[in-house]
């Protein structure tokens, strides 16, 4: 059974957290403050994974993130400015969620956490139809041709493939690319697809990546 920390001050969003993690199969500990997390990791066993509020008495989440080194924390937290999560993904965060949040969101990420092997990272080829992407290369492929993306085209495809079909919204895009993106911002979104777009385009004659108007983009695996 994976093991999970919520460190955080608040006995509402506490007991919450408590409740639906172990409703899922997870064993919890618990912190309220920063110091009172450094004193639980020294005892016993290290969690598999870390659910840190910012805002803590004594030492800050901040503070206490660069000494939760090997172990995924996923930061929680009502600051919601890109800058933030920038700064906190670029300090060892591996994800960043912002309150309030949808509780079966928080469950796949966590999900996603555990699932990484030691080093984070998730190489794991995806394919939808004819389509295909090696995470650890950058490159995507269609039929026999091969098409070199750079990290943030990547980031995109990979989550268009792990979810074919389903539209994303600028915001969703964004915030589900920046742990493997975390200097792609919204202005910069939109030319990134359309980057994508053309590549795919130019090497299987198709749009592989469709415009929702008004809500987002999905993506429309060619066939094999």
């Known amino acids: 059974m994976k093991t999970i920390a919520i460190v955080d001050d608040d006995p509402y969003i506490g007991d919450m957290?408590?409740?639906?993690?172990?409703?899922?199969?997870?064993?919890?500990?618990?912190?309220?403050?920063?110091?009172?997390?450094?004193y639980l990791l020294s005892q016993g066993p290290r969690p598999d994974l870390?659910?840190?509020?910012?805002?803590?008495?004594?030492?800050?989440?901040e503070e206490l993130l660069p000494r939760l080194k090997g172990i995924p924390v996923i930061v929680l937290s009502a600051k919601g400015d890109s800058r933030d999560k920038v700064s906190l993904l670029l300090a060892g965060a591996a994800d960043y969620v912002t309150k309030p949040f949808d509780t079966a969101e928080l469950l796949a990420r966590i999900a996603v956490q555990?699932?990484?092997?030691?080093?984070?990272?998730?190489?794991?080829?995806?394919?939808?139809?004819?389509?295909?992407?090696?995470?650890?290369?950058?490159?995507?492929?269609?039929g026999e041709k091969t098409v070199k993306l750079t990290r943030t085209e990547?980031?995109?495809l990979k989550l268009l493939l792990q979810n074919p079909g389903q539209?994303?919204?600028?915001?969703?895009?964004?915030?589900?690319?920046?742990?493997d993106t975390p200097d792609c911002?919204?202005?910069?979104?939109?030319?990134?697809?359309?980057?994508?777009?053309?590549?795919?385009?130019?090497?299987?004659?198709?749009?592989?990546?469709?415009?929702?108007?008004?809500?987002?983009?999905?993506?429309?695996?060619?066939?094999?």
């Open 50 to 61: 870390v659910l840190l509020d910012l805002m803590l008495p004594g030492l800050s989440g």
């Open 167 to 179: 539209v994303f919204s600028k915001g969703r895009l964004l915030d589900r690319i920046s742990l």
């Open 154 to 156: 990547a980031a995109i």
């Open 17 to 38: 957290l408590e409740e639906l993690l172990k409703k899922s199969g997870y064993a919890v500990r618990r912190a309220w403050s920063g110091t009172e997390a450094l």
């Open 114 to 142: 555990l699932r990484r092997g030691p080093d984070g990272a998730e190489d794991a080829p995806l394919s939808a139809g004819a389509l295909r992407l090696d995470p650890g290369t950058l490159e995507a492929a269609l």
């Open 185 to 224: 911002t919204e202005r910069s979104l939109k030319q990134h697809v359309s980057n994508l777009r053309q590549k795919l385009r130019e090497a299987g004659g198709q749009d592989c990546i469709e415009t929702v108007w008004g809500i987002g983009f999905k993506l429309n695996p060619p066939e094999a």
